[in-house]
């Protein structure tokens, strides 16, 4: 039986002024490669409509996109962010919550990462640059992250360690980060700043990551193991 899979799509306005909404292919050629069949996911506007589409997949994806709104947590817009709009960040938090309600295994990435955290009460550090200035490391790769970047160390016992032993280098693509967790959310990865980039919830399938494995499954399949491991807790879903 096929496992579907959702991936949140993001939006952005066209030369011609429209609002179309966009996923890089590379999300859904991993989870092809890991034995399962993407879903994009178009903004909706009431959680009932949400609930619908999740109701035919059997996990989530949130994808690397712009900036939240930091109205969400409770700050002043940094003028360093460059929101992606209230209507994807309230699509994005309704879908967090409605997989949270039925324990759907849910993979968020850079600003997918961020959207999780957010939605289950956390909080996060809007620009790094100017807010942790001491950092030497370089967060916001310049040229797009198909290579590694820097070092990044793992909790021992945690899911990442578990797939990745105690470190590996990573892509980076960011100027924000975690800052306080949300409810459940336990922090599993740092880089050498100290800037958190990997958690996950304490009893739930959800596994969040700061950096771009899509992207660096362009490349090798270093980062198979992320995706496999999420594509198998959907299949003990459907089979439960």
Known sequence: MPVFIAIAA???HNKNGQIITSVPVAYSRCIQRAGAVPVILPPAENEQTVALMLSGVSGLILPGGLDMDARFFNQEVHPACKPSGLELDTFQITLVNLAVELKMPLLGICRGAQVANVA???????????LLPESRIVHMQQVFSYDTNHDVRFERGSRLCSLFGESIRINSRHHQSIDAPGKGIRITAWAPDGVVEGAEHESLPIDLVQWHPE?????????LPLFDRFIRNCKDRVNT
């Open 10 to 12: 993001n939006t952005e």
């Open 120 to 130: 289950l009460g956390g909080s996060l550090i809007q620009d790094i640059p100017s």
């Open 215 to 223: 992207l660096l499954m362009q490349k090798n399949d270093g980062m």
